[in-house]
């Protein structure tokens, strides 16, 4: 039986399975995320020790994504500076000569979503996760949407609001970008306390749907996605999700003429099923395409 190796390589963690070709999860392991000399060699032990067949990666980025760059499958301009410039698909797959294939950890999402989730059929799909960071991956035409680079939702501009204490937000990059102002850390700076903490009706919670409503706006008006899929940290607080549902249909102000957006918003802007695996779910699909591409080779 073939194996597919799976990373989902995040800021703070890596998560590690390894799959058949069916989808059964054999085994999983998850590390934390420290430089990439203490990081890499046991995940390749692990991976080794699978001997798997194929790897799929979903990684934090940006990310070099152009196979024709010598570059291919680094990190590029992370502000994590141990991974900054890193080639982590080479460093993963080192000697062996297994197919292997890397997209962004939101991307990956998206594809599990669309394949195995709570956007099974749809062919164009946005999933955005808001947690320490923002990011959002795309999937337009049954494709994930890669181009000059891949989508950088989470830096997306935004109309600060009028009540936001702080309203240039926090990235060190951009003022007035999503992730500057809506990831869970800006969201607990705008109210004293750690977000988790914060009852229901608190105020930043009006700002923080602003935020979103506006960012799936911007969203519905230029990939007109079927669906939009809010996971991550933040969007645990279920009631977020009335909150920008509302503020979506008042900023749109009627102009779509959807009836998914009109009349069932609330299957429309919906959490992932996968969560919190779905970037893992998805390096593994990933992978698996990877190893079908390989396969379809003539020998
Ligand atoms: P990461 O992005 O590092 O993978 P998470 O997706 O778990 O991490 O997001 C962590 C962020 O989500 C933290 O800023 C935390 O305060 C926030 N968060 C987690 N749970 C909630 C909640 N129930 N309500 C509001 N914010 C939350
Ligand atoms: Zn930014």
Redesign the pocket.
């Known amino acids: 039986m073939k194996k597919i190796g799976a990373l989902e390589a995040?800021?703070?963690?890596m998560v590690l399975g390894v799959f058949d070709p069916s989808g059964r999860e054999l085994e999983r392991l998850t590390l934390p995320t420290q430089t990439p000399e203490e990081t890499v060699p046991p995940m390749r032990a692990f991976f080794d020790r699978h001997g798997v067949d194929a790897l799929g990666v979903g990684s934090f980025g940006p990310l070099e994504l152009n196979p024709a760059s010598p570059a291919f499958g680094a990190i590029t301009s992370t502000p994590k500076l141990a991974w900054r410039d890193y080639p982590l698909l080479d460093a993963l797959r080192g000697d062996r000569d297994i197919p292997c294939a890397l997209d962004t950890d939101v991307n990956a999402a998206v594809l599990a979503e669309a394949e195995l989730g709570a956007a099974q059929g749809l062919t164009d799909v946005v999933y955005v996760?808001?947690?320490?960071?923002v990011g959002g991956g795309v999937l337009s035409g049954g494709r994930l949407v890669h181009g000059l680079l891949h989508p950088e939702v989470g830096h997306m501009l935004l109309r600060p609001h009028a009540d936001d204490p702080n309203p240039r937000g926090v990235c060190p990059y951009h003022d007035c970008c999503l992730e500057g102002l809506a990831?869970?850390?800006a969201?607990?700076a705008r109210a004293g306390a750690?977000?988790?903490t914060?009852p229901d009706d608190h105020p930043a919670?009006i700002i923080e749907a602003d935020y979103l409503a506006q960012m799936c706006v911007n969203l519905i008006v230029t990939l007109s996605p079927q669906r939009i899929l809010l996971?991550?940290?933040?969007?645990?607080?279920r009631a977020?999700f009335g909150m920008v549902r509302r503020r979506v249909l008042e900023l749109l102000n009627g102009y779509v003429q959807a009836d998914a957006l009109l009349n069932h918003i609330d299957t429309m802007i919906v959490p992932p099923a996968l969560f919190?695996v779905s970037g893992l779910v998805g390096a593994y699909l990933l992978g698996k395409r990877a190893l079908q591409a390989r396969d379809a080779q003539p020998a």
């Open positions: 995040g800021g703070t963690k996760t808001v947690g320490t960071g990831a869970g850390p969201l607990g750690d977000a988790r914060l919670f996971g991550g940290g933040v969007m645990q607080r977020l919190p």
